[in-house]
Nanobody, 120 residues
Framework: QLQLVESGGGLVQAGGSLRLSCAAS????????MAWYRQAPGKQREWVAV???????NYADSVKGRFTISRDNAKNTVYLQMNSLKPEDTAVYYC??????????????WGQGTQVTVSS
């Protein structure tokens, strides 16, 4: 099973920035799509951004122009650079990684979540 460890959350004032990281560990796997989701209190988990294995990116309208997703394939790590943060960005952020083990079936794993709180 692929293990994911997130870091980088915290408390920031509106207009500030944070950078989230999600590192995958394990052996004998190939990572495909990497994405970030978030879940605010009382709301459903929502998709935030995605990056393909080739580096193509896509963003939810609510974060477009403020957030940047990137990946370092050598480190099996995905990042989310969040700028111009707003109080409505407050949520627990989760990374989601689609992967396949050599000779196995495609699978998906979630990170443990990291809290991002934006104060007004």
């Amino acid at each position: 099973q692929l293990q994911l460890v997130e870091s980088g959350g915290g408390l920031v004032q509106a207009g500030g920035s944070l950078r989230l990281s999600c590192a995958a560990s394990g052996s004998g796997f190939s990572i495909n799509v990497m994405a970030w989701y978030r879940q605010a209190p009382g709301k459903q988990r929502e998709w935030v951004a995605v990056v393909s294995s080739g580096g193509s990116t896509n963003y939810a309208d609510s974060v477009k122009g403020r957030f940047t997703i990137s990946r370092d394939n050598a480190k099996n790590t995905v990042y989310l650079q969040m700028n111009s943060l707003k109080p409505e960005d407050t949520a627990v952020y989760y990374c989601n990684v689609h992967w396949v083990r050599l000779g196995g079936e495609p699978s998906s794993s979630w990170g443990q979540g990291t809290q991002v709180t934006v104060s007004s």
